[in-house]
């Protein structure tokens, strides 16, 4: 049998077929619930599926993926509170269409450009990710520090409305990642004698704290908080294939624009909506209708957040380099499931290679037909009383940080990042480049130090090896163009990026 | 009242009712008069689930229950990190009753020898060695070296030629060390590269000249017939007394006159101070279980052998395996730049920069006043203070087990749930019955469907 039929098998068993569908609901209903994201539940499901088969828990954890990124729209159109982070630029238009009497356009709009978008940036997820896994092999221990480097200064370049406090959020998170057991030396430090901290802080316990817990406690100070919601009538969401053709150049545009942000290691679904939106801006004929109830507006949005999915899972399979925060998680996931994304994977693990790729597209046409299906519904669960939801959301966040590895430890951990998150966001400081830098802090620091032992101590292989040179040359780019151009600089305020919290 | 309530009632109410009685009765076993063991054993497995360790251990588990040579199951808790030291440590620790047992390999040797911890196998009593796992050392298959005594000379003739895979203080870079000592003059450049599959792909890769894998990592990765050799890796030796029938055309080091035997076996500990009839039928019921035919197959598919040793042999063997690291552990120190320093250095510099750009800068504190003053307006601090205080309350609970779990989790979520419902208005029953229905059932979600050993 080969890894593809293989791959198909489990997601066509009962078993499979239902993690996926309840994987985009619960996706979707995260997604569309405003205060939790996708991020929040994939840590929080991530414990649960330590003993259980790894494929079946991929396929689980990208339908919610899929889900979540999807579901925020319903808020945004129907509340003007944006689901998800991703979902944010649709609030631009997706709620002035709603009030103006055509809130089932809008959602439609929003299903058919997150398909779209989903189905397009899965293809390129199936063109590319071989290729560019191959091509990996050839990267050495100082190719990958040169391109883990690129990341992080990539991430905190477009992060944030500050470069200085974006770049402060990504170091924060390598030093945060330091303490522990160096694996480089077999060492410890940073531990400050406490044997506890061996080994460090791990990744869950701090997303739980940084994006749950921070999120619950912040919910908490806004709890009376409302939206103006608009009701949905019994208009269908479902829109012909003439609306297909006439939004087809956009759709397109927007996907490949949220394919390619995806891809660009670091850089979250919110980023891609943006770009996609100033894009479609930039080409229409009437850009002041932007921001007004425009249906290029919603396409553009939704087509590119869900195309960054697609898009961050070809770095993270071909090269184990996460691309957002739930791509860190993922990368958690499959480690913790013994498997070591990056060329290796497609030799010893195919069936895993398609069964991501297989769930991404399943996922994506259940979510088109749970959204198109049941939209009334799902905006009913949308507004559950927070008094029953985030209680048990808490008691699930203690219970999920003490699993990883049945410690206390990692629970007071979690707390701990619950408070330096809320602190954090409260001065301003966004937190997705503390979690990048959290995950790929070590990753540059390993391969820098294996380069050092390997070279025998020498630098030079940085700037000698042509690949590392590209990367470094293209980071210290990144890095000072907004201090030189006046005009790149002014570029990026523009868009007026909003917080990268997914 | 309305349709939705009243079947959220029904159905909310029959769960509660299922949960709670399958938890009364769990609370109800272990009766501590009988003797050991009366209530189950918990193996502390230092790595992280799904590995190696990970799987060896629950092949063993069905042993156990195969064979029924203890009366009450075993429960695996998982608990990695700092080179399986968090693990040990908390059997170490923990109350020498025979309760909490340890399975950990070679490595807990070789972290005290590295300095990583400073206790190795003297500060437990070794329970038995259940299963070894046979070394190879492999290059890439386009390799112009043919056996690993060339490889040694290579080493000797142009010092720091060879780069070679083991990781800094794993039982292999000890190895590694033994292997130069057998050709005087002979230095490699050790290069602590990771897991298998990392140090395959840099191999694959030509980042790497050598290294030593496991014997099942070898036949996982090696390409079918036909591969190209240089997408494929080709062993030199095996590191044990005699060839393995799975590769018999490899040599063993020793046939080479390099007597160094690296076999990384799986031992089982208990806290030092156990009893030794606990030791005793702790080591008979896993020699029942390694025998069990379902386990051979188990550990003939991961390329274990099944060896087993108890009492005196076990002492010998690890005395032996002691020494033989203790001999090359004054290990080369690694010399790296202080990376700490640099990256703590940075962010005090970036802190500095961003204090001064929030000062200088007229136009960016006007965004900031404009964005923070909206969250000042809904200001319910004290709801989020006090949640986090009773969350804190709640997480003491646990870790002093003061209360169980289940009727913890109750009381944190109808406490927090009421003291919101001041602000936004819902039903105290359904909230009663949310906070039973989540107490029982993560109790019942992670200990029944996904076996993971809560807090008691």
């Known amino acids: ?502 | 009242m309305n349709r939705s309530l009243l079947v959220w009632h029904a159905v909310s109410c029959i769960l509660i009712l299922i949960l709670a009685s399958w938890w009364f009765q769990q609370e109800n076993v272990g009766d501590s008069s009988l003797a050991y063991p009366n209530r189950p054993i918990r193996v502390i497995v230092p790595y992280a689930a799904g590995g190696g360790s990970d799987t060896f251990v629950r092949i063993m588990e069905q042993g156990l229950q195969a064979a029924k040579g203890l009366t009450e199951p075993i429960v695996i808790i998982n608990q990695a990190g700092g080179i399986g030291t968090i693990g040990s440590r908390e059997v170490k620790n923990a109350p020498p009753d025979g309760y909490k047992i340890l399975c950990h390999h070679n490595a807990i040797i070789t972290a005290k020898l590295a300095g990583t911890v400073d206790y190795g196998p003297e500060a437990f009593e070794p329970i038995a060695l259940t299963g070894e796992m046979s070394m190879v050392v492999l290059v890439r298959a386009d390799s112009r070296i043919e056996n690993l005594r060339q490889l040694l000379e290579a080493a000797q003739a142009k010092p720091k030629s060879i780069r070679f895979a083991a990781n800094k203080g794993a039982p292999a870079y000890f190895s590694a060390l033994q292997l130069e000592r057998c050709v005087p003059g002979a230095e490699l450049t050790i290069v602590s590269s990771g897991g298998g599959a990392d140090r395959y792909s840099k191999i694959i890769g030509g980042h790497l000249d050598a290294g030593i894998f496991s014997l099942s990592e070898y036949l996982d990765f090696r390409g079918v017939t036909g591969t190209p050799p240089e997408r494929d890796i080709r062993a030199i030796a095996v590191l044990s007394p005699q060839r393995h029938e799975s590769i018999p055309e490899i040599p063993t080091a020793s046939e080479l006159g390099i007597p160094v035997v690296l076999r990384n076996a799986n031992y089982w500990w208990a806290p030092k101070g156990t009893p030794r009839e606990v030791l005793t039928s702790l080591a008979s019921a896993l020699e029942v279980a390694m025998q069990q035919p379902k386990v051979l197959e188990e550990l003939n598919r991961l390329r274990l052998d099944p060896t087993f040793a108890t009492g005196e042999p076990l002492r010998q063997k690890l005395d032996s395996t002691v020494k033989g690291f203790e001999a090359v552990a004054e290990s080369k120190a690694v010399s790296l730049p202080p990376f700490t320093l640099y990256v703590g250095l940075i962010l005090v510099f970036l802190l500095i920069c961003s204090f001064a750009d929030s000062h200088w800068s007229g136009q960016q504190s006007l965004v900031e006043k404009e964005n923070s003053g909206s969250e000042l307006v809904a200001s319910h601090y004290g709801l989020a203070v006090g949640a986090f205080l009773l969350l804190m309350l709640y997480v003491s609970a646990l870790q002093m087990a003061w209360m169980p779990l289940a009727l913890a989790a109750s009381c944190l979520v109808f406490a927090l749930g009421s003291a919101m419902s001041r602000h936004t208005p819902c039903s105290k029953i359904v909230l009663l019955e949310l906070a039973l229905l989540t107490g029982f059932g993560i109790q019942f979600v992670f200990t029944e469907l996904f076996a993971i050993a809560l807090p008691t």
């Open chain 1, 1 to 502: 049998m080969t890894a593809l039929q293989e791959a198909i098998g489990v997601l066509s068993s009962p078993a499979g077929m239902g993690l996926v569908l309840l994987g985009t609901f619960l996706g979707i209903t995260v997604g569309a619930v405003p205060g939790l994201t996708g991020t929040m539940l994939i840590a929080l499901v991530l414990p649960l599926t330590y003993g259980a088969d790894p494929l079946l828990s991929m396929a689980l954890l990208i339908s919610i993926y899929v889900g979540a990124v999807s579901g925020g729209m319903i808020t945004a159109t129907l509340l003007r509170m944006p689901g998800t982070p991703a979902s944010i630029i649709t609030t631009l238009d997706g709620y002035p269409m709603a009030r103006k009497g055509q809130p089932e356009r809008a959602l439609g709009l929003g299903v058919m450009a997150s398909t779209v978008g989903g189905g397009i940036s899965w293809l390129f997820l199936v063109l590319l990710t071989g290729p560019i896994a191959v091509l990996s092999s050839h990267f050495g221990f100082f190719e990958y520090f040169s391109l883990v480097t690129m990341a992080l200064v990539l991430i905190a370049s477009v992060g944030g409305d500050s470069l200085i406090r974006a770049l402060f959020s990504g170091f924060l998170g390598i030093f945060l990642a330091m303490p522990g057991i160096n694996a480089a030396t077999g060492a410890a430090r940073l531990t400050f004698g406490f044997t506890e901290m061996n080994d460090g802080f791990q990744l869950l316990p701090v997303l739980i704290g940084l994006f749950a817990v921070n999120q619950i406690l912040r919910d908490l100070v806004r709890i009376e908080e409302k939206g103006e919601p608009v009701e949905i009538g019994k208009k269908t969401l479902w829109l012909g294939p003439s609306e297909l053709m006439r939004h087809g150049v956009n759709l397109v545009r927007s996907s490949i624009i949220g394919t390619w942000i995806g891809m660009l290691p670091g850089i979250g679904a919110n980023i891609g909506s943006v770009t996609a939106y100033t894009a479609a801006k930039g080409f229409s004929k009437n850009p002041e209708r932007f921001g007004t109830g425009c249906e290029e507006g919603v396409v553009a949005s939704e087509a590119a957040n869900n195309a960054t999915i697609g898009g961050s899972l070809i770095p993270l399979i071909a090269m184990g380099l996460p691309g957002s925060v739930v791509e860190a998680v993922l990368l958690g996931a499959l480690v913790i499931h013994g498997l070591q994304p990056g060329p290796r994977l497609f030799v010893e693990s195919p069936t895993m290679v398609y069964t991501i790729m297989g769930a991404m597209l399943f996922a994506n046409f259940a979510m088109a037909l749970m959204m198109l299906g049941s939209m009334r519904w799902l905006a009913r669960i949308a507004m559950i009383p927070k008094p029953y939801l985030l209680p048990v959301i808490l008691s699930f966040c203690v219970i999920g940080s003490y699993a990883l590895s049945n410690r206390f430890f990692d629970v007071w951990v979690m707390l701990g990042f619950g408070v330096l998150g809320l602190a954090l966001e409260r001065v301003r400081v966004p937190l997705a480049p503390f979690i990048i830098g959290f995950v790929l802090g070590p990753i540059a620091e390993k391969n820098l130090s294996l380069g050092l032992q390997a070279s025998d101590g020498s630098l030079l292989p940085l700037i000698t090896r042509p690949l590392s040179l590209v990367f470094l040359s293209l980071s210290i780019a990144l890095l000072f163009a907004p201090f030189y151009g006046k005009r790149v600089k002014g570029w990026f305020e523009s868009k007026s990026v909003p917080e990268a919290n997914e």
